[in-house]
Nanobody, 126 residues
Framework: QVQLVESGGGLVQAGGSLRLSCAAS????????MGWFRHAPGKEREFVAA????????YYADSVKGRFTISRDNAKITLYLQMNSQKPEDTAVYYC???????????????????WGQGTQVTVSS
């Protein structure tokens, strides 16, 4: 089992940047595919980005492609999401998620993930 704790959220102006972190517990972090999702008011929780256990494969939602970068440091057992050129529509609670021993390199649906963090709020002002 793994526990996930997000940090780095906050208020940013449109066009600005934030970097989210997701600290994981446990010694088997490198066996987990990881993902970021977000949940805006009145909307379904949606996929943002995913990264394979090794970090060698990544996958992004079209809405963030070219602006956001997912990465991981297995030595520090931490997942990151660098968010650049932010837009007001990026406002949401951001969650990290983990899938152990995934047969899919970069899972992109909610149901594929086993563990979730508590979320961190990101607000982008116009």
């Amino acid at each position: 089992q793994v526990q996930l704790v997000e940090s780095g959220g906050g208020l940013v102006q449109a066009g600005g940047s934030l970097r989210l972190s997701c600290a994981a517990s446990g010694r088997t972090f490198s066996r987990y595919a990881m993902g970021w999702f977000r949940h805006a008011p009145g909307k379904e929780r949606e996929f943002v980005a995913a990264i394979s256990w090794s970090g060698g494969s990544t996958y992004y939602a079209d809405s963030v492609k070219g602006r956001f970068t997912i990465s991981r440091d297995n030595a520090k057992i931490t997942l990151y999401l660098q968010m650049n050129s932010q837009k007001p529509e990026d406002t949401a609670v951001y969650y990290c998620a983990a899938k152990r021993d995934s047969l899919v390199l970069v899972p992109s649906t909610r149901d594929e993930y086993d563990y979730w963090g508590q979320g961190t709020q990101v607000t982008v002002s116009s």
